[in-house]
């Protein structure tokens, strides 16, 4: 079993939480010790000798890369050959990814190589667990990947590191890899035969950005639930839209899942209502909300499966059989499940920022509000002057828009390259990216609406429509809020309330209590 506060290469399966826990410093990662795993990873690095020595004709060590693949390499350079394809991979560009994105990725790289089809060294493996134990963090560019022969140029950065070519980040500053290793009293690696593409030629950066995308999404989803919940009680709204049987009439366990998510966050009493309130239905945006957050948990499974299959997976190319004495030449380097799973999860976490900008719009809107001031105002003796959350409407507005951009599936943008050996690729980076981009404008619509919403239910219990014993669940939530935000009055900019907010979503700081509840 894994040490609750070690997760241990080589032992223990990676799985999306304890792969944001390390990424996040709230676990120590190592590499396993054990007899048996030292035997399996020098297995697979004596069957690649032995079979260089034989037969030769292993690609990307006998022969140059890719297209070049028919470029025989004499023996001599095959030392030099790895330390190239690290160099003229050196062409990422744009922003560079954060600190827990880069121990992501260089855990699940590490991770896929221990699986001891990589034909590796033991050396290699504990050199790149040393740069995650210490913190070594290379600078890696974002952009430059097709996700097909996976991640080649911003693995690069992670390869030229270990050699000593490349800048990282250490103790928060920038420095060189040579210089970083030379005080920590280590040497530059010298690669081995195919090490070099071991380490670029899989796909742990679109699964690192996958993984740490999903783990955010589960979030946002279930606090979408919470803030539909806040929203029915500011709206005055049916809280029978969400009763059990109800959604046991059409049985999707998600969609289920998220009803009663809503129905538990509100007041017990409101969770049977039979009688009908002054409004029977309520707009889509409150009535249909389980419909729409209930996709994520509908496809929580499989969106898992594929994150966590591939990252527990052997995933470059050649692999190595020590066991069947075989070396397979194929292309398990390609990301199509993780751009598929990001392709779906931005659609769905885009949906949820388009739902909550349509339950604020109402919020908002004295034609729907149901008796709310216009814009939230807090001010009475002064409403003609003040404009409440009206701008934060507009900027909600335009943040739904841009994470509705950003749902074009990435997959259909295969792009032949590299003299069309390369000719049908994943561009799962690029979805993992978009959907980082799109995880980030929900979490900011997210933040506006509860800021909003306790806006709206302080309003109602100000002028004695509620009562704090009528919020249910959501008074957690309200109480949070009223920790580090003052109520709306007179206008006033509210950017660094909405920053704070948005840093406590993404921190996970509202307590949404949902883990152990099922439909």
Known sequence: MMNLNTLEIGRDCLTIENLASAAKKQLKVTLCQSVEFKEKIKAGADFLDETLGKHGGVYGVTTGYGDSCAEQVSSEHYSELPVNLTRFHGCGMGDYFDAQTVRALMIVRLNTLAQGYSGVSMELLELMAFFIENDILPLVPQEGSVGASGD?????YFAGALIGERQVMYKERERSSADVLTELGKQAYKFRPKEAIAIMNGTAVMNAVAALAFHDAEYLANLACRITAMNSIALKGNAYHFNQRFFELKPHLGQALAAEKIRKSLPVERQGLQTAPARIQDNYSIRCAPHVIGLFFDMSDTLRNFIETEMNSANDNPLIDSERRSVYHGGHFYG???????????NIIANLADLIDRQLAMLVDVKYNRGLPANL??????ISCNHGFKAVQIAVSAWTAEALKN??????FSRSTECHNQDKVSMGTIAARDCVRVNKLTAQVMAASLLASFQAIDLRLKNGELKHDDLGKTKETFD?????FRPLEDDRPLEADLRKTLSLIEEKHFRLHFKNESC
């Open 336 to 346: 199509g499940h993780i751009c598929f799973a990001m392709d779906s999860l931005k």
């Open 152 to 156: 080649l140029t911003p693995l690069s």
């Open 407 to 412: 749902t074009m599936p990435m997959s259909v």
């Open 377 to 382: 105002t807090g001010n009475k003796n002064n």
């Open 480 to 484: 949070e809020i009223s920790a580090f």
